[in-house]
Each structure stands twice: as structure tokens, then as C-alpha cells.
T-cell receptor, first 115, second 110 residues
Framework: GAGVSQSPSNKVTEKGKDVELRCDPI?????LYWYRQRLGQGLEFLIY????????KSGLPSDRFSAERTGESVSTLTIQRTQQEDSAVYLC?????????????FGPGTRLTVT | EDKVVQSPLSLVVHEGDTVTLNCSYE??????LLWYKQEKKAPTFLFML????IEKKSGRLSSILDKKELSSILNITATQTGDSAIYLC??????????FGQGTTLQVKP
């Protein structure tokens, strides 16, 4: 694929359910980032993966949030026991290396609505 | 705590006007500052700035970094309705993660 893809594009779930969001980065990009964007807000860093290094999880808001990445490919962000405040657009981005040295390419995002 | 602040938060102008968007930051071990344009969901990259005083230009858009003042500006000349978007500023320290500002929403009226 030419760019970063994310699925699903929209997800509506009931409070208390678990959700899994998927990100397919650009092939060859070693760095992968997850961000959250609440309505009218900037992007909030959640987690990033860089090659085989341990991920930086410092932005995850609670232990209900977790993410995995298989090698240098697909990543999944899992939110357990969803709450209404989890409603947001979740954006994934990938880059050739660490952001700030290399341009980040963003996916179209997943809009999560928790009812 | 690292932080990035953008101003104004929103701006309404008419086609042909020139606008200046501001970004100020407090970051430990600054590495670079980036500007993005966000029209629907995915932000698109505009500029990466690492050196003070060197203007980067792309068409009607330009940006410059002032490390002494810990700030950057993004200029858009001869604005068009297609420039309507949220403009995001982000700063990178040597940790690898980007700290984003809250964004400036620009509306360009015909």
C-alpha cells in the first residue's frame, strides 16, 4: 500500500466492551506511533514502537490501554472496558525512524464512539 | 513537563488575506519543531525546523524557528478557501515522541 491504513474507520461500542484498533504502517518504516485526538483538541501521544526496542508506553492513560506490534508491521491498540471518555479519533503514524528526524505519515484514523 | 502552546486557537479571514500562526514551546532537549495541516482526519506534514533563523518555504506557506524565543511562526500569504484547516505544531525532544499543541483552526471565507 501507498500509505498508512487503519481499521475500522468508525467503531461504535457500548460502555464496558473491549475494542481493538488496527494499524498497517508503510512498509519499511521502523517507527510506529499511536495518538488520540479528542474533539477540538490536539493530538495526545499514547505509545510508540521503534524497531526491536522496548516500546515507549508513557502516554497510555490507564492500564485499560495496551498496544502490540508484530515485528515492523501491523500494530493493534486495545482498549478494555471502554468508557465514554475514550470516545475520540485514534490516529496511527509511521516513519523511517524516530519522529523529529523523519517525517511521520499519518493514517486516516479510527473514530471511536462509546455509548 | 514538556508543553506546546499555539495561538490563536481559531481565526477567520477572507480570501487574499495573510495570516500568521504562532507556536511556543517548553521542551527538554529540543530536537525539532514540525507543522502539520489537518483537514479531515489525517494530518499532513508541512515543515520540519531544526535550525534557528532559517526560513522554510513551500508555495504560499513559510515557517521559521526562533530557538532563543522558543517559538515558531507559520505564515500563509494570499489565503484561499482550501487553506481552511486545523494547523498543528509539534515539538520533538530526543525521546522520539512528538508533543503536539492544541492546534489553530483557520477558516478562510470567500
Amino acid at each position: 500500500g501507498a500509505g498508512v491504513s487503519q481499521s475500522p474507520s468508525n467503531k461504535v461500542t457500548e460502555k464496558g466492551k473491549d475494542v481493538e484498533l488496527r494499524c498497517d504502517p508503510i512498509s519499511g518504516h521502523t517507527a510506529l506511533y499511536w495518538y488520540r485526538q479528542r474533539l477540538g483538541q490536539g493530538l495526545e501521544f499514547l505509545i510508540y514502537f521503534q524497531g526491536n526496542s522496548a516500546p515507549d508506553k508513557s502516554g497510555l492513560p490507564s492500564d485499560r490501554f495496551s498496544a502490540e506490534r508484530t515485528g515492523e508491521s501491523v500494530s493493534t491498540l486495545t482498549i478494555q472496558r471502554t468508557q465514554q471518555e475514550d470516545s475520540a479519533v485514534y490516529l496511527c503514524a509511521s516513519s523511517l525512524g524516530l519522529a523529529g528526524r523523519y517525517e511521520q505519515y499519518f493514517g486516516p484514523g479510527t473514530r471511536l464512539t462509546v455509548t | 513537563e514538556d508543553k506546546v502552546v499555539q495561538s490563536p486557537l481559531s481565526l477567520v479571514v477572507h480570501e487574499g488575506d495573510t495570516v500568521t500562526l504562532n507556536c511556543s514551546y517548553e521542551v527538554t532537549n529540543f530536537r525539532s519543531l514540525l507543522w502539520y495541516k489537518q483537514e479531515k482526519k489525517a494530518p499532513t506534514f508541512l515543515f520540519m525546523l531544526t535550525s534557528s533563523g532559517i526560513e522554510k518555504k513551500s508555495g504560499r506557506l513559510s515557517s521559521i524557528l526562533d530557538k532563543k524565543e522558543l517559538s515558531s511562526i507559520l505564515n500563509i500569504t494570499a489565503t484561499q478557501t482550501g487553506d481552511s484547516a486545523i494547523y498543528l505544531c509539534a515539538v520533538n525532544s530526543n525521546t522520539g515522541k512528538l508533543i503536539f499543541g492544541q492546534g489553530t483552526t483557520l477558516q478562510v471565507k470567500p
